[in-house]
């Protein structure tokens, strides 16, 4: 199976999203509950080689490195890449994981984690970030600055569910649309999917140019869905 295309099954359930250590913005809070269906995601980010093979272009600015994710591809142009996906494999369904799958992956299966990594120290040699001194931070160690996306999986730091780069390498789309305010009208929900409205998408877990403040998993961004990034790429998910 190509890299990117590896799926990991993780079992649903319940958990309490968003900024549990207290050291985030305002858009990380409330901590709320929310149940999850099962479902599977990505081991790894999509990578360049993947995206080449079903879109034909290569649009990254980090050029040949075919295991390294794909980057400067917009939530529109995901779309695409997903429709022909799954035209390529029917019955798979692709798709964005949701901003709440995604953290709950992120935090393996919902523990009280910082990291991605199921850990609560940043550590350069463990995710790709920016571990320059002047970044430091109390749960982070300081280190080098790689400037660039790394292949998938190359850091051997995979969380406990097997799901690696889940903090650091690009930041990654979800499916749900972008509202700072979201946290407070979603306790008690199941499988949200975001707001109904909203001129942004969802982008999660830190890249290579992040602080670690922001490759903490409960840390939330955005981007318009037209924009094209140097360090946002996607990983997929399916429903089960």
Request: net charge negative; glycine share 10%; with cysteine.
């Amino acid at each position: 199976t190509a890299k990117g295309l590896e799926m990991v099954r993780v079992q649903g359930g319940a958990f309490a999203m968003g900024d549990q250590f207290d050291e985030g913005s305002d858009n990380e809070k409330p901590v709320h509950n929310v149940t999850l269906s099962s479902f599977e995601i990505g081991k790894y980010e999509v990578t360049q080689a993947l995206w080449y093979e079903i879109m034909g272009d290569r649009p990254s600015d980090h050029e040949n490195c075919d295991d390294c994710p794909v980057e400067q591809v917009s939530w529109d142009d995901v779309q695409a890449f997903l429709k022909k996906l799954n035209n390529k494999y029917p019955g798979k369904n692709y798709r964005l994981p949701t901003e709440a799958e995604w953290e709950y992956a992120a935090r393996e299966r919902g523990k009280k984690v910082r990291f991605g990594n199921g850990k609560d120290i940043a550590d350069p040699d463990k995710i790709n970030f920016d571990g320059r001194a002047d970044y430091k931070k109390s749960y982070s160690l300081t280190g080098k600055y790689r400037n660039e996306t790394i292949p998938v999986g190359s850091l051997h730091s995979p969380n406990s569910l097997g799901l690696h780069d889940m903090s650091g390498n690009v930041h990654e789309w979800c499916s749900d649309r972008y509202d700072e305010n979201y946290y407070a009208e979603s306790e008690g929900k199941k499988n949200p999917t975001g707001p109904a409205t909203g001129s942004y998408r969802v982008i999660r877990g830190g890249s290579w140019y992040s602080s670690p403040q922001g490759c903490r998993v409960a840390f939330r961004s955005y981007h318009t869905p037209g924009d094209r990034s140097f360090y946002v790429g996607f990983r997929l998910a399916r429903t089960l």
